[in-house]
């Protein structure tokens, strides 16, 4: 028996649903169900799944059903649908990181965060769509058709995570995994409303996901609410020892200072970021400053804290990240430079002409960059700044797409490897998302759950959605 | 000594790949234009790469990523001492406390 109607199934968050199914008021099979129905409707004009596997997913939670009534819930998640971006391994499938060069790269076995989700008694109805190999996109030049943005489907959703921002955007599914090597859970976070941790660097494996560039690359959770984030990485989170990045820690319950409010928290915000380094959209710089206000008004102690140049992180990230995505994708440059979408081709070829001494120099001043932002955490307890300077473009806008993809603020947490969540803080007067991001200290995710928490529920934004 | 000459305000050197491979000749030696030197330097960047093929059919995205590649290096700026670490800092394998 179901609390909700079965035709607004697909409005329950994760966490609802998760109540839900642990009273044996919701059937699994009956939720999974409704999410179908929507994906059908919505389907064609979003783009966000390149590979469903409903009928799979379907008998995953029958199985669920059964024995969460013969002895309760594995987890929270059980019998729930998570979607995986599809450069994430799912045994039975290929992972095609959406590009014609790896259509049939069928996977044995799971990605190390997809097996602990499976192991938590999740389903996974689909592989999503993303920019190739995470980083050409987007175009059209591809086997799979481009994510759209829910809030209106003429713009992109962000990327390089499109599809399981798209997805659970749109209500299509109630959480997704994404992947952020420059932001790219956080940036289709951003653009698509909804909230996008990146965590900290080596809290979440990521053996079985193909690598964009292996100092950078996270998994990260994909949610509409703050309390279905931590939620989700609950079941994510975990030492592996077969990730040579992964860290071993004691076990965290992430939700467990939701409610903690923002009293006391001491915040810097780093206006230069948006203000003088690279100059946000009147609207998305004046909802910062509103997101500002109501931080200090609900009790927070938010102050300007001064940090290097966004500048000077990118292109620390973007020497990095083209070296390692060059080293990965040697091979097929040379021999099959023609396979790539020719975005794809023009954003790995620059790897291959930057030197060894380059590379290092810029691992050398990383460790600089971390120090500076971890002087900044003697100051405050965390930081907030912009995620994206400008509200998501069109989608067929080549040129305003290019201008404005690098225009964000998140790569200096891919180079520090810092915790950073993207919520939302605002509506352009097109009707699109506006984000912010709150940043920690390394292993602090349930200070920024619970900071984001705060802020979500003062706001309000987690009401507004996509008319679709 | 070292610290004197390898400061943050010493501008950026020339691209390493540039000075190992850039032809040996000017363009008033050769008779050649600028432009067909820069296309020669830019095929032997490619060839250096390993990017024949790439050079054949994509030349213009070659082009590109030898401009911005060139970009890139100057985009921040050097640790001014000579021991800086890079990170992730090396660690022998059994060492298990992540990358970090």
């Given at each position: 028996m179901s609390a909700a109607a079965p035709s607004d199934l697909h409005e329950l968050t994760l966490t609802e649903a998760a109540a839900l199914v642990r009273d044996k008021r919701l059937s699994p099979v009956e939720y999974l169900r409704a999410l179908r129905a929507r994906a059908a409707a919505l389907e064609p004009k979003l783009n966000a799944f390149i590979r469903p596997l409903w009928d799979e997913a379907e008998a995953a939670a029958r199985e669920a059903e059964a024995e969460i009534a013969r002895s309760g819930p594995r987890s929270p998640l059980h019998g729930l649908p998570v979607g995986l971006k599809d450069i994430i391994d799912l045994a039975g499938h290929p992972t095609t990181c959406h590009s014609k060069i790896l259509l049939d790269n069928v996977k044995q076995e799971d990605a190390a965060v997809v097996a602990r989700l499976r192991a938590a008694g999740a389903v996974f109805p689909?592989?999503?769509?993303?920019?190739?190999?995470?980083?050409?996109?987007?175009?059209?030049?591809?086997?799979?058709?481009?994510?759209?943005?829910?809030?209106?489907?003429?713009?992109?959703?962000?990327?390089?995570?499109?599809?399981?921002?798209?997805?659970?955007?749109?209500?299509?599914l109630p959480a997704a995994l994404g992947t952020d090597t420059?932001?790219?859970?956080?940036?289709?976070?951003?653009?698509?409303?909804?909230?996008?941790?990146?965590?900290?660097?080596?809290l979440v494996s990521r053996r079985g996901v193909f690598p964009l560039s292996f100092t950078l690359d996270h998994v990260g959770p994909m949610t509409r609410t703050v309390a279905d984030n931590a939620l989700l990485l609950n079941a994510m989170a975990g030492y592996d020892p077969l990730d040579p990045g992964s860290v071993e820690r004691p076990a965290e319950d992430y939700t467990r200072d939701l409610g903690g409010g923002l009293k006391g928290l001491r915040i810097g915000f780093v206006r230069h970021f948006h203000e003088t380094d690279t100059p946000a959209t009147p609207e998305v710089a004046a909802a910062l400053e509103e997101a500002a206000r109501l931080l200090a008004r609900e009790g927070a102690v938010v102050r300007d804290i001064t940090l290097p140049k966004l500048g000077e992180f990118a292109a620390v990230n973007r020497v990095i990240l083209t070296s390692e995505a060059a080293a990965v994708h040697e091979p097929w440059l040379r021999e099959r430079p023609g396979d790539y979408a020719?975005?794809?081709?023009?954003?790995?070829?620059?790897?291959?002409?930057?030197?060894?001494?380059?590379?290092?120099?810029?691992?050398?001043?990383?460790?600089?960059?971390?120090?500076?932002?971890e002087a900044a955490f003697r100051e405050v307890d965390l930081l907030l700044c912009a995620s994206s300077m400008d509200p998501a473009s069109r989608i067929d806008d080549e040129a305003e797409t290019e201008r404005t993809y690098p225009r964000q603020a998140r790569t200096p947490f891919n180079v520090t490897g810092h915790p950073a969540i993207s919520v939302m803080c605002g509506l352009s007067t097109g009707g699109l998302p506006i984000g912010m991001q709150f940043v920690g200290p390394s292993w602090s995710e349930a200070l920024l759950y619970r900071a984001a928490a705060g802020y979500e529920r003062a706001a309000g934004w987690v009401e507004r959605r996509p008319a679709l | 000594m070292w610290r004197q000459t390898w400061g943050r305000s010493r501008p950026v050197p020339p691209p390493l790949l540039l000075r190992h491979h850039a032809p040996r000749f000017r363009s008033g030696e050769t008779g050649m234009s600028s432009s067909e030197d820069e296309a020669r330097e830019a095929e032997s960047l490619a060839r250096a790469a390993g990017l024949t093929k790439a050079w054949a059919e994509h030349r213009a995205a070659v082009l590109e990523a030898i401009a911005a590649a060139r970009k890139f290096r100057d985009g921040f700026v050097r640790p001014a001492d000579p021991a800086a670490e890079p990170m992730p800092s090396y660690r022998v394998p059994g060492t298990q406390e992540g990358a970090r």
């Open positions: 689909g592989k999503l769509a993303t920019h190739e190999f995470a980083i050409g996109g987007p175009t059209f030049e591809l086997p799979f058709p481009p994510a759209r943005n829910p809030w209106n489907p003429a713009h992109h959703p962000g990327g390089s995570s499109s599809g399981s921002g798209t997805a659970v955007a749109a209500r299509m420059g932001g790219s859970v956080r940036n289709p976070a951003t653009q698509c409303g909804i909230v996008g941790m990146k965590p900290t660097y080596g020719p975005l794809t081709l023009r954003r790995l070829l620059p790897g291959m002409f930057v030197g060894g001494v380059d590379y290092v120099q810029a691992q050398r001043r990383r460790r600089e960059l971390v120090a500076a932002v | -």
